[in-house]
């Protein structure tokens, strides 16, 4: 037998272990995680129901749900001059229209992606539902993607809308007749159109005024478009719970057609033209900013002093920005520096309230009052004041400055660089000097000439120069070799520099077909997704040289004009921007090294051709997803997007269009 001491010692420890149990205890587990959307139950009106009177649109789910911005997602078509009050409560959305319903007219109400439960937020992507306030309900639609011309970025969010006025000018005038927007993958459908023949716009409506406005991004097709719909058949693999495949379903689909519509949409870069700013900065500037860029510069005249009715060339040195939207006038006359209030005329194109340029004339007033006298008057003041006798210094002899720009380490391929701080009025070339370092020893070599790259621009010089590589060079320029507007000339200046070897650099050949015939040009990018350099393609190569070691990108436009720079579109003269296409892969270089590439501008979609990497507008994942492709496999981008109709030119991808009708629902959810 146990003795009593050892039975408590027994109780106790059972008693402990109760203890830990109890505190061990915790709420049982939920189960798996909620993955699945909200489902459409019914909606008031139902899908497709005619003669609607009601301008009150509810929907119902299967669980309670949320709205994200749906101000902007959600979509009413046709527009609504007024904006619909949409609110949620529970397992309901409420659309109140609070535009007259119009007669015999097709409804559609697009929630995009607006719609996700409320607990985990999963996402309901794609539903629309459609009602008539006639007898009969218009069915075609049509599909496409948007993208930027230049960049070739999905377009998010963008309007999407049909004229059946074929006009040129409706896109200007009138309002979108049917609308939808973009999904994040640049993707649209247009739902419920009559049978007709339509044009088809891109537009990011800032105003809301739901047509194009000058200032705002656009994009058009360039043909009319026809809707129409087939038969068609699709085949759907059937997933267990756990994952695994288990057979395969065909059904019949209805398909509308056209679905690979691509658009790319530009700005046209148009400003309303007026004068910005004008200002008096310093005692010896006059400033004027436009509000857009020109090819005419102002007419402007003196209107007080000695020299009223004189033209400001006369009395001022010009320094222009290349596209003559700002203007620095730099006053060269004395007395009129010393004058504290100067007023001119200026006559300049302004745009009117037809969004004409018209010449207009205004009076404009300068004033300058120097900070400085003041300063010095005080100074005096508190000498005089305190017995102090002024000194009676010589100050020292001012001179103009200048200073080389273009660095301590030479790039091969560049030439030196000059800035002054004033604009020079006189430079003697011969007073130039260039000399080479061989064994510590300084020796001339055959001078740089300098010259102005743009000739309003007075305050720059640049000289090209074929550099030996690796060696040590000193620019002299002599005293008084530069004079400005103001007499003023520079010191004497000493400009040590080396030059990079040929082995600092990589360069990169690109081997292009696809182009028949046209004119191209290569652009190499930075991670960042902006140009470093460029070639033009020359029979079918373009090689770009003295590129730093790095990752590099690519892309080739389209140079149709000729003029080395990329174009961008016109609506009123029906030109789209100039074309661009994406290489596929990141470009790897590092030092001497010198890669060749093979490139068919045509082999993958154009939404498979931006990587991922510099691309922008990526999807967003839906909540727990997780992205699973392997580092560098930009080609992979949401397969569960493909469907077996669309064009292997432009996937339009959006999961409603293959869909047609279905048993459960109007519009299938996939």
């Not at 203890?19 to 049982?28: D, K, Q, S």
């Not at 070897?501 to 182009?515: C, E, M, P, R, T």
């Amino acid at each position: 037998m146990r003795s009593v001491k050892q039975l408590r010692l027994l109780l106790a420890m059972i008693a402990a272990a109760v203890m830990v149990a109890c505190a061990n205890m915790g709420r049982p587990e939920g189960g798996p995680r909620d993955e699945t959307p909200p489902v459409y139950v019914r909606s008031n009106p139902s899908l497709g129901q005619l003669r609607v009177t009601n301008n009150k649109i509810t929907v119902d789910f299967d669980e309670n749900i949320t709205l994200d911005d749906a101000m902007n997602k959600i979509v009413v078509s046709p527009a609504q001059r007024t904006t619909p009050a949409i609110t949620s409560n529970a397992k309901r959305v409420t659309i109140e229209l609070r535009d007259t319903l119009l007669p015999n007219t097709t409804y559609t109400i697009d929630f995009a992606d607006a719609i996700k439960d409320l607990n985990e937020g999963n996402v309901l992507d794609g539903l629309a539902i459609d009602f008539a306030t006639g007898d009969t309900i218009d069915t075609l639609r049509l599909s496409g993607m948007v993208f930027e011309a230049r960049t070739l970025e999905p377009a998010q969010g963008m309007l999407v809308g049909v004229y059946s006025n074929l006009s040129d000018t409706a896109i200007s005038t009138l309002p979108f007749e049917r609308i939808t927007k973009t999904n994040q993958l640049g993707e649209f459908t247009i739902r419920n159109l009559k049978a007709g023949t339509y044009r088809v716009y891109a537009l990011n409506d800032v105003n809301r005024d739901y047509h194009w406005d000058r200032s705002e991004d656009v994009a058009f097709y360039d043909v009319t478009v026809s809707p129409t719909s087939e038969p068609a058949t699709v085949t759907d693999t059937l997933t267990r719970e756990n994952g695994v495949r288990d057979s395969l379903v065909t059904r019949n689909i209805t398909r509308f057609l056209p679905d690979d519509l691509l658009l790319t949409w530009f700005n046209e870069g148009y400003a309303s033209q007026y004068l910005k700013d004008y200002k008096r900065p310093e005692r010896n500037k006059i400033t004027f900013q436009f509000g857009a860029k020109s090819d005419t510069l102002p007419i402007i005249r003196l209107l007080n002093t000695h020299r009223a009715g004189d033209e400001i060339s006369t009395w001022t040195a010009l320094d222009a920005s290349p596209t003559l939207d700002t203007l620095t006038y730099w006053i060269t006359d004395t007395s009129l520096v010393a004058l504290d209030s100067i007023t001119l005329e200026a006559t300049y194109l302004r745009t009117d309230t037809t969004d004409n340029l018209v010449w207009g004339t205004d009076t404009l007033k300068f004033n300058f009052r120097s900070p400085k006298k003041k300063e010095e008057k005080e100074k005096k003041k508190r000498k005089k004041k305190d017995g102090e006798e002024e000194e009676d210094s010589i100050p020292p002899v001012p001179h103009m400055e200048l200073r080389v720009t273009s660095g301590s380490s030479q790039e091969l391929n560049m030439g030196l660089a000059l800035g002054a701080g004033t604009p020079v009025a006189r430079f003697d070339s011969t007073a130039v000097h260039l000399e080479m370092l061989v064994d510590s020893t300084w020796y001339p070599i055959t001078r740089p000439t300098f010259s102005r790259p743009e000739p309003l621009h007075p305050m720059v010089y640049t000289a090209p120069y074929e550099w030996e590589e690796g060696t040590k060079y000193k620019l002299v320029i002599d005293s008084a070799a530069m004079v400005d507007v103001y007499g003023l000339d520079n010191a004497r200046l000493e400009h040590e520099f080396t030059t990079k070897k040929s082995d600092d650099y990589s360069a990169v050949s690109f081997n292009i077909s696809g182009l028949d015939g046209r004119k191209a040009v290569v652009e190499v990018l930075s991670t960042s997704d902006a140009p470093v350099a460029s070639a033009p393609v020359e029979g079918n190569l373009a090689t770009i040289e003295y590129l730093k070691p790095g990752t590099y990108y690519a892309r080739l436009f389209i140079d149709a004009n000729g003029d080395g720079k990329w174009t961008t579109g016109s609506i009123a003269d029906s030109i789209q921007p100039e074309e661009v296409y994406y290489y596929p892969k990141k470009v790897t270089l590092k030092k001497n090294w010198t890669i060749e590439q093979s490139w068919d501008i045509n082999e993958l979609p154009v939404d498979k051709q931006k990587p991922m990497e510099i691309k922008k507008n990526k999807p967003k994942r839906k909540k727990g997803e997780q992205d699973d492709r392997p580092a560098g496999d930009e080609d992979e981008e949401d397969d569960f997007f493909d469907d077996p109709f669309m064009n292997s030119a432009t996937r339009s991808g959006n999961l409603l269009n293959s869909g047609g009708y279905d048993n459960d629902y109007r519009y299938r959810n996939y």
